[in-house]
């Protein structure tokens, strides 16, 4: 009787304990450059199974944390093979594999487009809480606000032109274009969205500065547009600053951390 009397209690205990003391830690991975943001940033590291082969490169933010970690091909049976619990994606894996996923039990955390920044503070919390890494989020939150918070915008109204080496630019409408606007500038492309300027327009253009996006990748500055003389001469002229690869490559919440305090 006693015996059964323990094992009664044992159970009752067990029940009554919170999940997080006696659940299985969750097995994650994640599928994109994208994605593998979301699971560095929150997920402590014995946790997480897999990155995508670009976790390491220079357009991801979290790389250094990603140097240790198993690269993972998107296809059914490497994935399977190490049983995840949950995978990470915004664009990562094809419809199928997605699907077949599924079919085997494995959730899915699908990442969201956003549109600015308050919406991505939102979206982390929403994957972190989904990644059973509440108190991640909720630390990554208010790290986020303070940062925000302690940002003093030094555009002052000037009017500034993004650039890109393939000849793009953007206006206020766009993600990267409300990035630079928290920074106190105007965009010279109004309210428009992403929109292609081609060199003869670029000349005729006269803004304070220039803001260049991925003219630190070796890769884009092989783009025709950006290796213009005449455009290199006029950027050459006239202040200018590189927005940091990891802070264009995805949208997300730490593209604040990279936005430049001073020319």
């Not at 790389?63 to 093979?81: M, Y």
Request: glycine share 6%; hydrophobic share 40%; charged share 20%.
């Amino acid at each position: 009787m006693k015996l059964k009397s323990y094992l009664i209690m044992a159970a009752c205990l067990t029940v009554a304990l919170p999940h997080y003391l006696w659940a299985k830690p969750l097995r994650i991975m994640s599928l994109d450059m994208c994605a593998d943001q979301y699971v560095l940033a929150l997920v402590p590291h014995d946790q997480i199974l897999g990155v995508s082969f670009r976790a390491k490169t220079g357009d991801s933010y979290y790389r250094d944390r990603a140097q240790d970690l198993r690269p993972i091909a998107p296809d059914l049976e490497t994935v399977l093979a190490l049983k995840p619990d949950i995978i990470v994606r915004e664009w990562g894996g094809d419809f199928a594999l997605i699907h077949q996923l599924k079919n085997h039990g494995v959730k899915i955390i699908q990442i969201n487009m956003i549109n600015d920044l308050a919406e991505a503070k939102n979206e982390m919390i929403r994957v972190g809480n989904a990644l059973d890494q509440s108190q991640s989020s909720l630390r990554e939150s208010q790290r986020f606000n303070k940062a925000l918070a302690d940002y003093k915008p030094w555009g002052q109204g000037r009017h500034l032109l993004y650039y890109t080496p393939s000849g793009f630019s953007t206006g206020a409408k766009s993600y990267v274009g409300k990035l630079i606007m928290t920074m106190g500038f105007k965009l010279v492309g109004g309210d428009k969205g992403y929109y292609d300027l081609s060199p003869e327009a670029f000349i005729q253009q006269r803004p304070d500065l220039y803001a260049l996006g991925f003219f630190d990748d070796a890769y884009n500055m092989g783009r025709v547009e950006g290796r213009l003389l005449p455009i290199q001469q006029r950027i050459d002229k006239t202040p200018h600053f590189v927005l940091p690869r990891p802070s264009l490559s995805c949208q997300a919440w730490y593209n604040l951390y990279q936005l430049p305090q001073h020319l």
